[in-house]
């Protein structure tokens, strides 16, 4: 400022004394006039120049301008140079912020005070079946029009959830939605919505496996308390007494079973993942089987009628490695079901064998009733039985494959099934090459 004040003065100064010696005081009058002007004419030169480029600034292209409109456009440029720089990092913000909410498992609508979609991602548009570019300004309550949403909408209590059908619902996959709003801001709203579809079948299949359950005891129960009073209020003879007792006996066993096998269940459904350090003795284990299955076949076919055949194949020359307990569960429920169902006369074989790929296979086969395709998807269901009578009356719980695919799958494997109606049905269950194990060598050369 100063430089230009001394450059002002100087220019007045050396003007003024060439036109004092040159025409006297008007002269110097003169010059000092003609130096104030040209300056004024080179600044305002300077002033047009910065305005034209602060019109549409060029941040690429300062003007180069000298002295105070210089420093002016230098100062322009750069606060508009750091402008430039923090709406760009803003907008970056904006674009994670976008990506990290387009990402969630979630659907999020921002709506406008008027209700009308500012934003959505792409979960919320599978959802509701919204276009999240093309119904942009939209207002929700025509893209969503469900009655339930509508009055939620409407009611402006936004404290609970609404459930609502999910546009993708089919006739056979319903899709089951969970929606609420969030006021923000000045009017604003946030639409979440969530999809509880698995959430909803957990319940229910709970709910049907507490009234499963419940149904399964108050049965035997029943049946006990009726033979209680009966002991209780009749007079009877020794032998009717002893009779109803045994009665009771089956009945109380029954509970028992059923009590058993949901322990098992929820044994396997709380407890860590089989290690695959701990081989088991497969031949050792199919023993028992063979022992427990024979003397149930004794017990449902005495000698005296048809006995079954009940074959065991050549003990394995592998062993297998998981939980003994968990396998022997697996294997009996299997084996036994078998017994259970085939009639007197027919045959039962179990076999192992390692398949071509390196897994192996526990087999059990049956020449009895059979299954119809239509029941086999569901066999491993909780309580699902395909002739309920036949089930309870051989002593069945209903829960034996439930268990069985539960710890073949826990040891990594698959419960494979077919079965032909009239002709009998086949059991596998295939376990994964790596828990399969050589028998160390003294066992190895007793197999043989
Ligand atoms: P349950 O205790 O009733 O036997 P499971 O879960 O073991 O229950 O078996 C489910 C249903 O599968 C049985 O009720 C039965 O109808 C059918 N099932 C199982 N194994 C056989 C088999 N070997 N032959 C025919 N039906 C079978």
Known sequence: MLFRLFIFV?????????GWFWLGWAGALLGVLAASI???????????????????????????????????????????????QRVRESAQRLEDFLTAIQASPNGVVLLDPDGRIEWCND???????????????????????????????????????VRLIGRASTRGHPVKLSVQLYPYGHGHKLLLSRDITALAQADAMRRDFVANVSHEIRTPLT?????????????????????????????????QT????????????????????DSVDLAALLAQ???????????????DQRPQRLRFGAPPDFALAGVASELRSAFSNVINNAVR???????????CERLPDGRASVTVSDSGPGIAPEHLPRLSERFYRVDRSRSRESGGT????????????????ELQVSSQLGKGTRFALVFPAHRVRPLPVAERAAVA
Request: hydrophobic share 40%; glycine share 10%; proline share 5%.
């Open 10 to 18: 100087l220019m007045q100064a050396v003007l003024g004394l060439l």
């Open 38 to 84: 040209s300056l004024l004419v080179i600044d305002s030169l300077r002033g047009h120049r910065f305005i034209r480029w602060a019109r549409e600034p060029d941040l690429s292209a300062p003007p180069a301008l000298r002295g105070l409109w210089g420093e002016a456009a230098y100062r322009v440029a750069r606060s508009l140079r750091r402008e430039q």
């Open 123 to 161: 979960i919320a548009g599978r959802h509701f079946g919204i276009d999240p570019r093309r119904d942009l300004l939209q207002h929700i309550g025509n893209l969503v029009r469900e009655p339930a949403f509508t009055a939620y909408y409407a009611g402006r209590n936004y404290e609970r959830e």
């Open 223 to 255: 049946v006990l308390a009726g033979f209680v009073e009966t002991m209780q209020t009749l007079p009877l003879t020794e032998a009717e007494r002893a009779n109803y007792l045994n009665l009771m006996a089956g009945q109380a066993a029954r509970m």
């Open 258 to 277: 059923l009590v058993n096998d949901l322990l098992t269940l929820s044994r396997l459904e709380g407890s860590p993942l089989p290690s695959t350090s």
């Open 289 to 303: 089987c063979e022992a427990e299955a024979s003397g149930l076949s004794n017990l449902l076919h005495p000698a």
């Open 341 to 351: 169902y085939t009639p007197g006369g027919g045959s039962i074989e179990v076999s």
């Open 398 to 413: 209903g829960l034996g494959l439930a268990i069985t695919k539960h710890v073949v799958q826990r040891h990594g494997g």
